[in-house]
DNA sequence: TTGAAATACGTTAGCGCTAACGTAAACTTC
DNA sequence: GAAGTTTACGTTAGCGCTAACGTATTTCAA
């Protein structure tokens, strides 16, 4: 290859990279070589010799609803605009498997990191603590995060969404979610949503987990469950997500139960189905592409060494829908 | 490191793959020395060496609908048996993104690389046909693939669709899709589907191209826009994909058009919300799992060395839902 | 005209691994 | 117990790049 242009290897590698100390001749002497002898530089060289990689590890817990699509979006085009190589696991909400992920980019000696939610394995943590890596953790806000953080307070938003149906006049309020220990961020939901109650003395009445479908059959089989299995009545059901909230709402529509007149439904997240339907889930939207496109930014700064925020909360905004009413 | 251990490199190297070679006690006291100084093997080194990487990298056009998830899910676990790591990226229906994934991907010289459909910039199949990679075709099923393939006839999908609906009394279909040039897949099934309604004498009366959105949104606004600019009438509307034909749906309601009473509605893909829907899409169900799984396997057979077949055609299932219904 | 500075290269010495081969000791086999 | 075989290592020579430092050659100011 450098035969081929009668050059040294180091200004084939100079042309290649398009760094300066090549003249322009000799620049394209060497392209067309190139060219010719279909020659293709090594990155995996090139990071060798550099010790330094341009890749980023994204570790999402799935990709079943559009949230961690919108994030992950968002965070890609992002990264690619700084000329870093996004790479991409998703956990299932496993966290032996996001040890493995950060075993295996470490290994890659990526320069960042991006988790989300804060539960890690213990080993997790030490691995990054050890390796030169940047980390961000994302979704799930923390005051304390492992390095960068940008995130939701899901306990605030669950408790601020309980609030405001309280405020409605709902006393009795049931949960649809993925079994316990699945679902941290669901979890920290359905704490606050439930704190709401039982500050003013009430309680969560009910609560259905669905295992293995966490959209929309998993809201009509909880919401199924709900109606079928003896318990206490209850007005208010308050799901994962929309989309598992609208499984649940064609499970009323079927028995005949009139939503919100007979029961009230809200949920989290404001995923793209809210906008075309005659009848709008009450949710918390959750800012997904803000969350991508930020902690991608940070996490760029962080890497290149410069300062800044630690932790971003940024807030969901509730979206009453027509599937709760006023109580009165 | 080998130096704590009291052993040469060639030992660490040894006992860190786990290949045979060192006594049980030599590799425990590497082992324990790895973790006493935080050794952690580098990838790149390891790959430069070897000259062979485990890298798969997989392209999709988008993680909008679910249909690539789940397509991605299924090949990213198989991969993952067979100790192959998968890199991703999303070409948004873009050919350019495309051949800069297919560069990037060679420079790390990845063991294969997995595309969406069968349409590629010259240049790309000039780095594919160069390289010293294995190359598998997806979501779109071609006699002559490049190397390998798994997907579907979607011109045949949206014949068969046609075909039925045709047999049904309808008459004068309509299409909703994205603009013409972005989604080939789906054109090819609105091709198909016109070419049934034309053997017959009939023609696709009406079309609407959506940008940008094409899910739920997507169909709502395209109905939207159907309803209202005037043309000839229609009794049938074949959509992209299930999610815009539910935002149609709703639309229809919104509008008090009745479906199927008035207007026949059908879409592609099969996808979630159709389990949950008291109104079911008539749909075509596309076997996305199938697709990832069985494409990821002849993947690492053609890496391996194993001969197999080229070329698998992967049939959808239509299933009739509640939005058609025989027009006498 | 001359010394300093800039430009356009080439040379050297790794980056951190592993394949392939070498060697000494322990273990077989008959 | 001599010769072959196995086991458990170590040594050597790269993999394909790039940082850092040469060394000619040209450019330029005074």
Same mark, same amino acid.
């Given at each position: 290859?450098?035969?081929?242009?009668?050059?040294? /290897?180091? +200004?084939?590698? *100079?042309?290649?990279?398009?760094?300066? &100390?090549?003249? @322009?001749?000799?620049?394209?002497?060497?392209? !067309?070589?190139?060219?010719?002898?279909?020659?293709?530089?090594?990155?995996?060289?090139?990071?060798?010799?550099?010790?330094?990689?341009?890749?980023?590890?994204?570790?999402?817990?799935?990709?079943?609803?559009?949230?961690?699509?919108? /994030?992950? +979006?968002?965070? *890609?085009?992002?990264?690619?605009?700084? &000329?870093?190589? @996004?790479?991409?696991?998703?956990?299932?909400? !496993?966290?032996?498997?996001?040890?493995?992920?950060?075993?295996?980019?470490?290994?890659?000696?990526?320069?960042?990191?991006?988790?989300?939610?804060?539960?890690?394995?213990?080993?997790?943590?030490?691995?990054?603590?050890?390796?030169?890596?940047?980390?961000?953790?994302?979704?799930?806000?923390?005051?304390?995060?492992?390095?960068?953080?940008?995130?939701?307070?899901?306990?605030?938003?669950?408790?601020?969404?309980?609030?405001?149906?309280?405020?409605?006049?709902?006393?009795?309020?049931?949960?649809?979610?993925?079994?316990?220990?699945?679902?941290?961020?669901?979890?920290?939901?359905?704490?606050?949503?439930?704190?709401?109650?039982?500050?003013?003395?009430?309680?969560?009445?009910?609560?259905?987990?669905?295992?293995?479908?966490?959209?929309?059959?998993?809201?009509?089989?909880?919401?199924?469950?709900?109606?079928?299995?003896?318990?206490?009545?209850?007005?208010?059901?308050?799901?994962?997500?929309?989309?598992?909230?609208?499984?649940?709402?064609?499970?009323?529509?079927?028995?005949?139960?009139?939503?919100?007149?007979?029961?009230?439904?809200?949920?989290?997240?404001?995923?793209?189905?809210?906008?075309?339907?005659?009848?709008?889930?009450?949710?918390?939207?959750?800012?997904?592409?803000?969350?991508?496109?930020?902690?991608?930014?940070?996490?760029?700064?962080?890497?290149?060494?410069?300062?800044?925020?630690?932790?971003?909360?940024?807030?969901?905004?509730?979206?009453?829908?027509?599937?709760?009413?006023?109580?009165?």
């Amino acid at each position: 290859m450098a035969a081929r242009a009668g050059v040294s /290897i180091m +200004s084939v590698s *100079r042309a290649m990279r398009g760094v300066e &100390g090549v003249s @322009t001749e000799t620049r394209s002497r060497i392209l !067309d070589a190139a060219e010719a002898l279909r020659y293709s530089p090594s990155s995996v060289a090139g990071a060798l010799a550099t010790a330094n990689s341009s890749l980023v590890g994204v570790s999402v817990p799935t990709l079943q609803d559009s949230v961690f699509s919108d /994030i992950f +979006s968002a965070m *890609r085009s992002t990264f690619e605009r700084s &000329g870093m190589q @996004t790479v991409f696991d998703t956990t299932e909400y !496993d966290n032996a498997r996001e040890e493995a992920f950060v075993e295996r980019m470490i290994a890659w000696r990526a320069a960042g990191i991006v988790l989300s939610g804060g539960h890690h394995t213990p080993r997790t943590r030490r691995m990054l603590r050890r390796a030169n890596v940047s980390v961000l953790e994302i979704w799930s806000w923390s005051a304390d995060p492992i390095e960068l953080c940008v995130g939701l307070d899901h306990e605030a938003s669950g408790y601020a969404m309980g609030r405001r149906l309280l405020e409605m006049g709902y006393q009795s309020p049931a949960y649809i979610g993925p079994q316990p220990g699945y679902d941290r961020r669901a979890e920290q939901r359905c704490r606050g949503f439930t704190r709401a109650f039982v500050e003013q003395g009430l309680s969560l009445v009910r609560q259905a987990w669905v295992t293995g479908k966490h959209s929309f059959a998993g809201g009509r089989i909880g919401m199924a469950n709900l109606l079928d299995k003896p318990g206490p009545a209850f007005d208010l059901v308050y799901f994962l997500n929309d989309h598992m909230a609208f499984g649940g709402l064609e499970e009323c529509r079927a028995r005949g139960i009139k939503v919100p007149d007979q029961l009230g439904l809200a949920a989290f997240n404001g995923l793209q189905i809210n906008d075309v339907l005659r009848q709008p889930i009450t949710t918390s939207y959750s800012p997904r592409a803000d969350i991508g496109e930020q902690g991608a930014r940070m996490l760029i700064g962080a890497i290149k060494g410069v300062a800044q925020e630690r932790s971003v909360k940024l807030e969901p905004t509730i979206m009453m829908g027509e599937t709760t009413k006023a109580r009165w």
